[in-house]
């Protein structure tokens, strides 16, 4: 698994100019990790909670804005944050969550196979 954290300013708004922080996140998932997603059917794993982009903040629009694995697949996922200090945060949750992600996959990669005995 290769990740590619960027950080960028963009600004949004016709008449009142917004800056906003983007954090974009592209994750290369290896064949054998692609091959695990593929076959168990993982798309929908949830990699990190997070509240809606900056821009959609105080709408009614209340869809789901967790990043999953299948937002991860072959496409670079930008979010935008309100402050610096939030995109700061953002890019460290990412760092925490990934090599977690890692560990999943790397998991569900090999199945449990002999038996085990033990006393209590």
């Known amino acids: 698994m290769r990740v590619t954290i960027a950080h960028a300013a963009k600004t949004q708004g016709l008449m009142k100019k917004?800056?906003?922080?983007?954090?974009?996140?592209?994750?290369?998932?290896?064949?054998?990790?692609?091959a695990v997603i593929n076959a168990l059917d993982l798309g929908l794993v949830n990699v990190l909670d997070r509240d809606p982009p900056a821009s959609l903040r105080g709408s009614e629009?209340?869809?789901?804005?967790?990043?999953?694995?299948?937002?991860?697949?072959?496409?670079?996922?930008a979010y935008l944050c309100a402050t610096p200090l939030?995109?700061?945060?953002?890019?460290?949750?990412?760092?925490?969550?990934?090599?977690?992600?890692?560990?999943?996959?790397?998991?569900?990669?090999?199945?449990?196979?002999?038996?085990?005995t033990f006393d209590l």
């Open 18 to 34: 917004i800056t906003f922080y983007e954090v974009s996140l592209s994750v290369q998932f290896s064949p054998q990790e692609r």
């Open 61 to 77: 629009n209340s869809s789901d804005w967790n990043l999953r694995i299948r937002g991860l697949i072959d496409r670079t996922d």
């Open 86 to 116: 939030e995109a700061k945060n953002y890019d460290s949750e990412l760092r925490d969550a990934l090599p977690k992600l890692k560990a999943y996959l790397d998991a569900n990669a090999t199945p449990m196979s002999g038996s085990d």
